[in-house]
């Protein structure tokens, strides 16, 4: 069915009245922000505040990014709970459903600073971070960035978003980083498609990049509305390109529509690229056997470097959270834990809750952890860290890049569903 | 009639500064009450268009979000302080109106309806593929950093603009509804045919409204921009922007100058508070409320007090509220 | 054919493509030209029926494993009830009211829908795994998918059987007669309150076969409501207001528009072609590119 | 002196039909001009193409000299060619009074308050004044048409074009009629009369054009033009042979 229009961002779902009403209500007294902040963990409890998407077109990445938060909170609780200077505060996070709708959850925020929570766990997805952020910032609130990997949130001079997931420009570079390393067959010509948000455009201009400095032949890029569920007329003209490699940089909906779509209309290809959607669960879910050969990258894999407070080496959090959770985390609930970690940890080096120390002792934080090291450039962006890439295997994502991380030879070209 | 005007615009400065003083209202029941002032502008434009002239527009939120596109393109691309950018952004949307107007007037009914609603959403594609705009990916007002901006002036300071522009609407509705110009538009209400007869330029006079309702929805779109910091095509283009637009009028009144405040208090708040207690049923709150308000009072609240405020010179005297409402809904039954 | 250059099997395809689109696109449009058109209501509520039928097939053939044919038609008949009890019940009390209150009742009935199928069936997008959803025929280059096909056999079907049937059985007489005049009608003792929900009825009938079809052939979610909406006024105009066959002939254009647009254009514009043609359709053409409006006399009520 | 309204070859085509064809005639200040014909001779459409509401396929309109030919309604009403509908068209909500005001504000261009002075004295002239504050779509047949007139006459004009205005009147409301538009011609106000009722066209044409499918058969004085045998075979059809004459 081909989806003529721009398929509505959620905001559709919400009915513009309560986004009004409530956005509005996003102008609460804000202003009178006292320099300590009121200190929420006066108490014996330390609150932490997420907008996050669990209805809406994000809501699968959103649930997975709520999942991460829940075990940190567990994890860090189990553990005896936050010490900050000489006392032990339970954390507590509250969750607002934002629908996956940027401007409810630069509200949410808005709601959490008038409740007196100073200490937000970033929503996901780049275009929520991106609303969040100007909230944050002139309520003097701390997010932690754990899915909003778009370089434009850190160039507006915001000094309180902390991400911890390696920048956009990684995402697709490392895909053709892998092939071309790693592939008997070297593809000459790469096409590259792309959803027309602004993380997904960020994503394909560096691959494009990439791949030119790669020596690949570039088609010309072909975007699609953000959301699209019917991409034939896409599929159509890339088969008209009879490119070797296609590499599609969006979201879960798109990435499952492109894959389905190009087995229907008998799309030739060596192997099929895609940011996020393969590392999702319902990816594999959805497509079933069509999956197999789809290669994506990832911020983090369960046997990466690193162990740290907490939660231990990668293994020991995989294993921690298939037992609380029943399923193996792919890299969102990862990066959504470390996040969590990092704002912890900051609060325990600073001593207090006061949100202006907490920031400084964010943007000094440097330490080792399960989801390998974690510190921040002075604009907040974790800009050194790589990515790993997986491919699906037998229904499984399987670590095949960097060298030393690999869990099983790329299989390249990729094997074409019978 | 010279009396009447006078004494209402008397009578509604006098609330509105009352209002004013409502400023230590905290933050929850101060984002209601801004959200109503929203809509008592958004109400009056659309009441000027579908109350006063008769024609049903359904694109009203075109005007809103091209006005508020406009502020912050202005303020984000151009580096205007956004106090430069909202009068530049109101006069845009009114020219955009006068663009778009004289094709789309040429249609009534229906056809009109559709037309408007398809002109709308053509509005939401064209700003979400251009570049200047951000396209999908949304545009942040600068409210800090070293570039050009200007400071988030914080609620209260929303507060009150909003409650300055529910006030020009109201005075602006107030000044048609008495003066020649609403006469002509409700003329071409009644009967355009005869209304051209009678000497009135039909199509010049409807461009005219449908800019004056653009200029007051532009403005209200461009300080929503600037409250919201960071706009998306969805966020300033969804059609349900529209439909509360109408509703609270048809709910209100049309073509009469109090019925779009009635509507809106009572409209807002109920949604709002609503919202509040049955927060799991909410998704399903206000689409109710739509259809039970626009069955129950097809001719709106307004008709029901007692008073006809400026509901027209020497209407008759009104009868019972319920024997009214009544009639109204056996009126429309098939 | 195998050996065509590849340019032109690219532009085949393309047409191949656009048409069997095209035909889902009239099969979504055909049930709300039907009740624009007669009822003079302009029925916002139409995608969410269509959606909602997507859902009930999916839940009827997935979950409870009936046979997706049966699945399909029991989701037809539960539509058309609702949308005869909607009619019946809710805007048969607006039908005499100024246009734009029935404008309004359908548009809140449509949110109430939607948002109740998110609360049921949660916003993932959902598509309808059937034995045959991948298999296509190839002829040449161009590839023609088996249940695209279905689509646009079943648009023709049902788009002439309307037509047909409005012209030539007992029901269709009464309501084009309603149609035409409502007092006429009541007074020649057409039962007028039942004709009009059945006409509603229909309509929503119609919605669910394109509802079925949707869930079969491709991915559909509570949000895509919007878009079936939009895509079906904007096929009413240019098909000529209340004109089966016009939604017919309609659905194929804009399919093979936006086909065409889809392969020669940059990707983003194909969502602003449809509007394009709208609105060109209604300054240029209000009845429609297949002659007169039916009811041309409904453009200016 | 020169004629108040001119009409040259006047023709208008609905794709292959020709509703009216090649009519001519002028219209000097203080005369009445009656324009009869069967139905569907095309007399509403001449009174359309006159008064703007429909554009002629050939021809010219000129009034008090000036070419207004294809001018839309507005322009026309505020050039001094007033017109009443054969089917009352009141603004229904608006009160009698602002119904009139209408036309004073817009075609004649009074500001509010003398406009509304000037309906005032209009309506007391066609004996509506009992009814100002009434909304107008309460007003029966009879007071509609006087209500039309009103309007008509705010707009100050030079030619009134009546299309049917005493259709449908009982004997007693015509005779009044008949003694309002006489007074009216003796103001110097030009009528183009369009009327079945020949006792009517009788008393007050000086001249009157005869239509039959479009076409004017013949034209002249009331007496000698209605008792036409061609006039009176449009009319009441061929004397079958067998009756007597």
């Keep these: ?418 | ?334 | 054919m195998a050996g065509a250059p590849s340019a032109v099997t690219d532009l085949l395809q393309a047409l191949v493509d656009g048409l069997l689109e095209g035909g889902l696109l009239a099969l979504v449009a055909v049930g709300f030209t039907l009740v624009w058109g007669v009822l003079n209501e302009i029925n916002l509520a139409h995608g969410a029926l269509v959606v909602l039928a997507a859902y009930l097939t999916w839940e009827l053939s997935a979950s409870a494993g009936l046979n997706p044919l049966l699945a399909g038609l029991t989701a037809i008949a539960v539509v058309a009830a609702l949308g005869y009890a909607l009619q019946r019940g809710l805007l048969n009390l607006v039908a005499r009211a100024p246009v734009l209150l029935p404008l309004l009742v359908t548009f809140g009935a449509g949110l109430l829908l939607r948002d109740a199928m998110v609360a049921a069936f949660s916003s993932d997008d959902r598509t309808l795994v059937t034995a045959y959803s991948l298999s296509a025929f190839r002829v040449g280059g161009v590839y023609l998918p088996v249940l695209r096909l279905w689509s646009l056999v079943l648009a023709v079907t049902l788009t002439t059987g309307v037509a047909l049937g409005l012209r030539h059985t007992r029901h269709g007489m009464a309501i084009r007669a309603v149609g035409m005049d409502r007092d006429a009608a009541r007074l020649v003792g057409i039962p007028v309150r039942h004709v009009y929900a059945l006409t509603f009825a229909a309509g929503a009938a119609l919605a669910g076969a394109a509802g079925a079809m949707v869930a079969a052939v491709g991915t559909f979610s509570p949000v895509s409501t919007d878009v079936y909406t939009l895509e079906s006024f904007v096929i009413a105009v240019v098909g000529g207001i209340g004109n089966t066959s016009g939604a017919l002939a309609g659905g194929l254009a804009l399919g093979v528009l936006e086909a065409l647009a889809g392969q020669y254009l940059p990707g983003e514009l194909v969502s602003a072609i449809a509007f394009a043609v709208l609105l060109l359709a209604l300054v240029l053409r209000p009845q429609g590119i297949v002659g007169r409006a039916r009811y041309s006399a409904r453009v200016d009520r | 002196m020169t004629a108040v309204l001119e009409v040259e070859s006047l023709t208008r085509n609905f794709g292959g039909l020709r509703a009216v064809d090649e009519v001519t005639f002028s219209l000097r200040r203080g005369t009445v001009l009656g324009l009869i014909g069967p139905n569907g001779a095309g007399k509403s459409t001449v009174v359309n193409l006159v008064t703007g509401h429909l554009a002629p396929t050939r021809g010219r309109v000129r009034v008090g000299g000036r070419d207004v030919t294809g001018a839309p309604p507005w322009k026309l009403v505020r050039a001094g060619v007033a017109r009443t509908f054969q089917v009352v068209r009141p603004f229904e909500d608006l009160t009698v009074l602002d119904n009139v005001a209408v036309s004073a504000m817009y075609a004649a261009g009074f500001p509010a308050r003398a406009a509304r002075t000037t309906a005032r004295r209009l309506l007391e002239q066609v004996g509506l004044a009992t009814r100002a504050g009434d909304p107008a779509g309460q007003l029966g047949v009879a007071d509609s048409r006087r209500l039309e007139l009103a309007r008509a006459l705010a707009t100050h004009p030079r030619v009134l074009v009546l299309d049917e205005i005493l259709g449908g009147l009982a004997q007693r409301e015509i005779a009044a009629g008949v003694d309002l538009l006489a007074a009216l011609r003796e103001q110097g106000i030009a009528i183009l009369l369009v009327e079945h009722h020949m006792g009517a066209v009788r008393a007050l044409c000086d001249r009157v054009i005869m239509l039959e499918r479009g076409r004017p058969l013949t034209s002249g004085p009331p007496a000698e033009v209605l008792s036409d045998r061609r006039v009176v075979r449009a009319y009441l059809g061929a004397r079958h042979p067998g009756t007597a004459p």
């Design chain 1, 1 to 418: 069915m081909h989806t003529t229009f721009r398929r509505r961002r959620p905001t559709q779902i919400l009915p513009a009245q309560l986004a009004l009403a409530g956005l509005l209500a996003a102008g609460g007294i804000g202003g009178c922000t006292s320099a300590g902040g009121s200190d929420a963990g006066r108490g014996t409890v330390l609150r932490f505040g997420s907008a996050v998407s669990l209805t809406g077109e994000m809501a699968g990445e959103g649930k997975l990014t709520q999942d991460g938060y829940k075990y940190c909170q567990d994890v860090v609780n189990a553990h005896g709970g936050v010490t900050v200077g000489s006392r032990h505060l339970t954390l507590s996070i509250s969750y607002h459903d934002d629908e996956s709708s940027p401007t409810t959850s630069a509200r949410i925020v808005q709601q959490f600073n008038d409740e007196g929570i100073k200490f937000i766990l970033g929503p996901y997805g780049s275009a929520a971070t991106e609303a969040v952020a100007p909230v944050a910032q002139r309520n003097g609130q701390i997010v932690a960035d754990s899915a909003g990997a778009d370089n434009t949130i850190f160039e507006h001079g915001y000094t309180q978003v902390f991400g911890v997931e390696s920048p956009a420009s990684n995402y697709a570079a490392s895909i053709i980083d892998a092939i071309v390393y790693n592939a008997h067959r070297v593809p000459r010509s790469v096409a590259f498609v792309s959803a027309d948000d602004s993380f997904s455009q960020e994503v394909a201009r560096f691959g494009v990049e990439e791949a030119r400095s790669q020596g690949l032949h570039v088609f010309p890029l072909i975007t699609f509305p953000a959301g699209s569920t019917d991409l034939s007329s896409v599929v159509t003209r890339v088969r008209a390109e009879h490119p070797d490699l296609l590499i599609e940089s969006g979201h879960l909906v798109e990435g499952i529509a492109l894959v389905s779509q190009a087995a229907q209309l008998g799309l030739r290809v060596d192997g099929i690229g895609e940011t996020v959607a393969p590392t999702d669960p319902g990816f594999v879910g959805s497509l079933g056997r069509l999956a197999d050969g789809v290669i994506s990258s990832t911020q983090w894999v369960d046997n990466w470097p690193g162990k740290g407070p907490y939660f231990g080496t990668a293994a020991d959090y995989a294993e921690g959270f298939r037992a609380a959770f029943g399923f193996t985390p792919a890299y969102h609930p990862a990066e959504a834990s470390a996040a969590c970690l990092a704002l912890v940890l900051a609060i325990e080096h600073a001593g207090t809750t006061d949100p202006r120390r907490v920031t400084a002792a964010l943007s000094q934080l440097d330490v080792d952890s399960f989801y390998g090291r974690i510190h921040f450039a002075p604009n907040g962006q974790d800009a050194t860290r790589t990515m790993a890439v997986v491919q699906i295997q037998h229904g499984k994502p399987v670590t095949v890049w960097p060298h030393g991380l690999e869990q099983a030879p790329l299989e390249w070209p990729a094997p074409r569903a019978p």
């Design chain 2, 1 to 334: 009639m010279e009396k009447t005007g006078r004494r209402w615009l008397a009578g509604s400065a006098a609330t509105i500064a009352l209002a004013a003083g409502g400023a230590a209202l905290p933050s929850q029941p101060l984002g209601t009450a801004t959200s109503v002032l929203l809509f008592v502008t958004l109400a009056q434009s659309w009441n000027i268009i579908g109350g006063f002239a008769g024609y049903p527009s359904f694109g009203q939120v075109a005007f809103f979000g091209v006005g508020g596109y406009c502020a912050a393109v202005l303020t984000a691309q151009v580096g205007f302080s956004f106090w430069a950018a909202l009068p530049a952004s109101a006069a845009f949307a009114a020219a955009f109106a006068a663009v778009v107007g004289p094709p789309l007037l040429r249609l009534r009914g229906n056809a009109f309806s559709i037309a408007t609603l398809g002109m709308a959403a053509g509005t939401r594609e064209l700003v979400a593929i251009l570049g200047v705009t951000g396209g999908g990916a949304g545009l942040t007002v600068p409210t800090f950093g070293p570039g050009p901006h200007t400071a988030y002036p914080g609620a209260l300071a929303f507060y009150w603009a909003y409650l300055a522009l529910a006030a020009v609407s109201l005075a602006v509705v107030a000044w048609l509804s008495a003066s020649r110009f609403g006469l002509a538009l409700r003329a071409i209400r009644a009967d355009e045919t005869a209304a051209e007869s009678a000497g009135v330029a039909t199509t010049r006079t409807k461009v005219a409204a449908l800019a004056l309702s653009a200029l007051l929805a532009g403005t209200a779109g461009a300080l929503f921009a600037f409250q919201q910091v960071v706009v998306f095509p969805d966020s300033m283009f969804d059609i349900t922007t529209t439909t509360l637009m109408v509703v609270i009028v048809v709910v209100g009144g049309r073509g009469t100058v109090a019925g779009p405040v009635v509507g809106a208090v009572v409209f807002e708040t109920l949604v709002t508070e609503l919202h509040l207690f049955a927060s799991r049923l909410d998704p399903l709150i206000l689409p109710a409320l739509i259809v039970v308000g626009v069955v129950l009072l097809p001719d709106g609240v307004a008709h029901l007090l007692p008073v006809p405020p400026g509901a027209g010179r020497g209407g008759t005297p009104r009868a019972r509220p319920r024997a009214v409402l009544l009639d109204a809904v056996r009126r429309y039954r098939l």
